[in-house]
T-cell receptor, first 112, second 111 residues
Framework: DAMVIQNPRYQVTQFGKPVTLSCSQTLNHNVMYWYQQKSSQAPKLLFHYYDKDFNNEADTPDNFQSRRPNTSFCFLDIRSPGLGDAAMYLC???????????FGPGTRLLVL | TQLLEQSPQFLSIQEGENLTVYCNSSSVFSSLQWYRQEPGEGPVLLVTVVTGGEVKKLKRLTFQFGDARKDSSLHITAAQPGDTGLYLCAASGAGSYQLTFGKGTKLSVIP
């Protein structure tokens, strides 16, 4: 059974054209994360939500925004994608502090 | 800033060989996870270790958490081509929401 679902799995957008990636979870976890991962590198945390509390990493570009309308869903908005934003975007969830994170299958973003 | 040093970064071995991947830090962690990631997919959790000295086995994979909870190892016995992938260790500190990741080990098992 899918626990962390990401849609779409592949997304192609044009340079500067806004794009939204979505994540949903069936685990009822409090914490949701968005990561960016480039080829064969470790995931890089962009931001996370604890319930509705939003926490942005200091080096996350302003171009990246997020919304969490309810416990189950979280969105990543890229306002003006650049070529350097092409990457795998991973959503993860966690029940609470110090607990295991569970990752979705990722969305691969291509910027033309 | 907590750092996790993961080694080796790349590993190419023949089917049937054994291998060990290491994850080391100067920091104490409350828990450590090992993930395996295939190309185009998200990381899949293999194991979580929380107790110093803990050893967990998952078929041919053996995971160990150091006594001081600063390091961990993953040992694969008789590697198979299906073990090919990126192995990531990730750990969290006391009271933290965030995971510190190692840089990953890209394993290729050649038939």
């Amino acid at each position: 059974d899918a626990m962390v679902i990401q849609n779409p799995r592949y997304q192609v957008t044009q340079f500067g054209k806004p794009v939204t990636l979505s994540c949903s979870q069936t685990l009822n976890h409090n914490v949701m994360y968005w990561y960016q991962q480039k080829s064969s590198q470790a995931p890089k945390l962009l931001f996370h939500y604890y319930d509705k509390d939003f926490n942005n990493e200091a080096d996350t570009p302003d171009n990246f925004q997020s919304r969490r309308p309810n416990t189950s869903f979280c969105f990543l908005d890229i306002r003006s994608p650049g070529l350097g934003d092409a990457a795998m975007y991973l959503c993860a969830t966690q029940r609470g502090r110090e607990e295991t994170q569970y990752f979705g299958p990722g969305t691969r973003l291509l910027v033309l | 800033t907590q750092l996790l040093e993961q080694s080796p970064q790349f590993l190419s071995i023949q089917e049937g060989e054994n291998l060990t991947v290491y994850c080391n830090s100067s920091s104490v962690f409350s828990s450590l996870q090992w993930y395996r990631q295939e190309p185009g997919e998200g990381p899949v959790l293999l194991v979580t270790v929380v107790t110093g000295g803990e050893v967990k086995k998952l078929k041919r994979l053996t995971f160990q958490f150091g006594d001081a909870r600063k390091d961990s190892s993953l040992h694969i016995t008789a590697a198979q081509p299906g073990d090919t992938g990126l192995y990531l260790c990730a750990a969290s500190g006391a009271g933290s929401y965030q995971l510190t990741f190692g840089k990953g080990t890209k394993l290729s098992v050649i038939p």
